[in-house]
């Protein structure tokens, strides 16, 4: 008789530096540091790598998800091992972290760059509305769900067109309004404007953090009759009625309820679950790092990039591109033993696409300061920004960012500048 018990081998495994999570901050860090000669471990779940920025053209009917994506495998450098799971639990105070099979990695140092969890289950109805073809809703942010953005928008004759900003940080917090533009466009393009009452509403106090860009922003939406409510946040959806209800927040336990045709939404985030419940997170959940330096505040051997850290910027790929070099810079100092000069400024980049052919290209640092890379007005909407979305970025992501080479445009920013910090 033959026993149906079998033995699960669990595995151990060390490396000189773990990164976990192969996203954009995972795949460019394992490329910098592969050049170094290090043995590095990759520890990511999924089997295909996107380039989210393009999301919104998808949405807009102007990219395809097949250009936004690419094999783990093919992205990942040759040189580093990858192992396709999910880290179940975080042990800092052993340099090991557990996987959801089951098996040890041990490490001598740590990137953490797991990203954003999108939570869909905060809003009631959410999901169910999302599934069904002719609920109406749709959202940019997920691969699973970016092609129906496109369809809805299609399909649009008239009525109510919502599009929402929840009371959560997001990963790109231009990319909500980005797709108000593109289909007010839509509808001037296709004859229809005058059936459609465009409304953004956005849980925070105003249309953008930085005051050039929304007051460009602003002037945008007036002279383009897109009505923007701010301080309303999404809870519920009934895709039966198509109706949608905000919580209004500053005038508690008080709701209004919206009749609509097409609601785009964006689903609050959080980190995920395993940085939440770890004692690497701040009371938030996000991984505690130092601002400047991008390492964690108790364990030194620990950094962290992009959107999962504490770091309080805007979480943008161009924020991602720009921590990669000092996150570099500061881990093989801490390797040598030597002191953390490098600092991160907090800079981030939004492109915020309003049309189909149109860009404002918003570039700023920590402090809300416009830090813009070209001897132009950024404020205004340029033909030629937008090309550099379309063509140029994706270019510089799929060749030169995930290899490791590009570490944002301040280098670039001081050549065009002749070196002098551009005041605006």
Excluded at 312 to 320: D, E, F, G, I, Y
Aim: aromatic letters at 10%; charged letters at 20%.
């Amino acid at each position: 008789m033959f026993s149906n018990i079998f033995t699960i081998r669990h595995f151990q495994q060390s490396c000189k530096v773990l990164i976990v999570g192969g996203g954009s901050g995972g795949c460019t860090m394992a490329a910098k540091l592969a050049k170094y000669g290090h043995n590095v471990i990759v520890l990511e779940p999924n089997d295909m790598h996107y380039y989210q920025p393009l999301f919104t053209l998808i949405g807009g009917g102007m990219k395809t998800l097949a250009q936004a994506c690419r094999p783990t495998k093919a992205v990942l450098p040759k040189r580093t091992i990858w192992i396709q799971d999910k880290v179940l639990n975080f042990h800092p105070e052993c340099n090991k972290v557990t996987t959801f099979r089951g098996d040890t990695i041990n490490y001598d140092f740590m990137l953490v760059a797991i990203g954003l969890q999108l939570k869909y289950d905060k809003i009631l109805g959410l999901k169910e509305g999302l599934k069904d073809k002719n609920s109406g809703i749709c959202t940019n942010y997920s691969s699973e769900y970016v092609e129906k953005t496109y369809k809805v928008i299609q399909n649009f004759n008239e009525g109510n067109a919502i599009f929402t900003f929840p009371n959560t940080p997001v990963k790109c917090p231009g990319a909500p309004q980005k797709i108000v533009y593109i289909f007010e466009d839509f509808l001037q393009k296709k004859g229809i404007r005058d059936k459609a009452n465009v409304i953004y509403k956005t849980s925070t106090p105003a249309i953008f953090g930085v005051k050039k860009y929304a007051n460009r922003l602003e002037y945008i939406c007036e002279t383009r009759n897109i009505i923007v409510d701010l301080r309303q946040n999404l809870i519920k959806i009934d895709s039966k009625k198509k109706e949608a209800t905000f919580e209004l927040l500053d005038q508690q336990n008080k709701t209004i309820t919206t009749e609509y045709s097409l609601l785009h939404v964006t689903p609050p985030m959080a980190p995920p679950d395993v940085l939440i419940k770890s004692i690497l997170g701040n009371e938030n959940g996000y991984l505690d790092v130092d601002p400047y330096t991008l390492r964690h505040k108790v364990y030194n051997n620990i950094f962290g990039i992009g959107d999962c850290t504490s770091c309080p910027t805007s979480k943008t790929l161009a924020a991602v591109a720009a921590q990669s070099k000092i996150v570099l810079k500061n881990m093989i100092n801490t390797m040598n033993g030597k002191e953390l000069i490098d600092k991160y400024d907090g800079y981030t980049s939004c492109p915020l696409i309003t049309g189909y052919n149109k860009c404002i290209l918003a570039e700023f640092n920590y402090k809300l300061e416009p830090l813009e890379t070209f001897p132009i007005d950024q404020g205004n909407e340029l033909r030629s920004m937008f090309k550099m979305k379309n063509n140029i970025l994706p270019f510089v992501y799929w060749n030169l960012m995930v290899n490791g080479y590009w570490n944002g445009p301040k280098s670039i920013r001081k050549i065009l500048h002749l070196g002098l910090e551009k005041k605006i």
